[in-house]
T-cell receptor
Framework: SQQGEEDPQALSIQEGENATMNCSYKTSINNLQWYRQNSGRGLVHLIL?????REKHSGRLRVTLDTSKKSSSLLITASRAADTASYFC???????????????FGAGTQVVVTP | DTAVSQTPKYLVTQMGNDKSIKCEQN?????MYWYKQDSKKFLKIMFSYNNKELIINETVPNRFSPKSPDKAHLNLHINSLELGDSAVYFC???FGAGSPLHFGNGTRLTVT
């Protein structure tokens, strides 16, 4: 079953605007990761936030994590046409035998940035 | 300098055939994975190997058989292909549990 669920499913914005997408998950996590997938390509890791962190930045990306609400958000500031892609959150449940190395992905948010 | 490479990129075949997808990583990672992405973009783990040892087998039909000859390679063999096997298959690698994954560019399998 899917662990993470992204919201919205699709997002259309203009260049220069900010894009925000959310991820909710069900079970406790060790860390949460965000990935980008361009059309016809593999997923590319963007940022990892650990369960004891609340916010993380990387360039124009800002990720927040609220473990009490089991949710995370990804903000892309000053978006560019090149940011057009699908964005996925993935949860890592830690080192238990059952979940070792098993990243659970959501269905993604499709972001379209128009010039 | 491709980090995770998988071949072929496209695979079109008929029901009942047997096919293989190959994956190689040059990142020095210990762990490799196969993921399946369906038409709605759901990405689901199939297998994980750590140092050539099977770690995760996620209730995949036994028509799917992974093989890891060494920790830099993880191949996927599929017997008796079915229409429902049509999907994009991604190979990935990492330093282990909790580490970010590095993905290949996928193999689009179409079964007719």
């Amino acid at each position: 079953s899917q662990q993470g669920e992204e919201d919205p499913q699709a997002l259309s914005i203009q260049e220069g605007e900010n894009a925000t997408m959310n991820c909710s998950y069900k079970t406790s996590i060790n860390n949460l990761q965000w990935y980008r997938q361009n059309s016809g390509r593999g997923l590319v890791h963007l940022i990892l936030i650990r369960s004891n962190e609340r916010e993380k930045h990387s360039g124009r990306l800002r990720v927040t994590l609220d473990t009490s609400k089991k949710s995370s958000s990804l903000l892309i500031t000053a978006s560019r046409a090149a940011d057009t892609a699908s964005y996925f959150c993935a949860t890592d449940a830690g080192y238990s035998t059952d979940s070792w190395g098993k990243l659970q992905f959501g269905a993604g948010t499709q972001v379209v940035v128009t010039p | 300098d491709t980090a995770v490479s998988q071949t072929p990129k496209y695979l079109v075949t008929q029901m009942g055939n047997d096919k293989s997808i190959k994956c190689e990583q040059n990142l020095g990672h210990d762990t490799m994975y196969w993921y399946k992405q369906d038409s709605k973009k759901f990405l689901k783990i199939m297998f994980s190997y750590n140092n050539k040892e099977l770690i995760i087998n996620e209730t995949v039909p036994n028509r799917f058989s992974p093989k890891s000859p060494d920790k830099a390679h993880l191949n996927l063999h599929i017997n008796s292909l079915e229409l429902g096997d049509s999907a994009v298959y991604f190979c990935a690698s990492s330093f282990g549990a909790g580490s970010p994954l590095h993905f290949g560019n996928g193999t689009r399998l179409t079964v007719t």
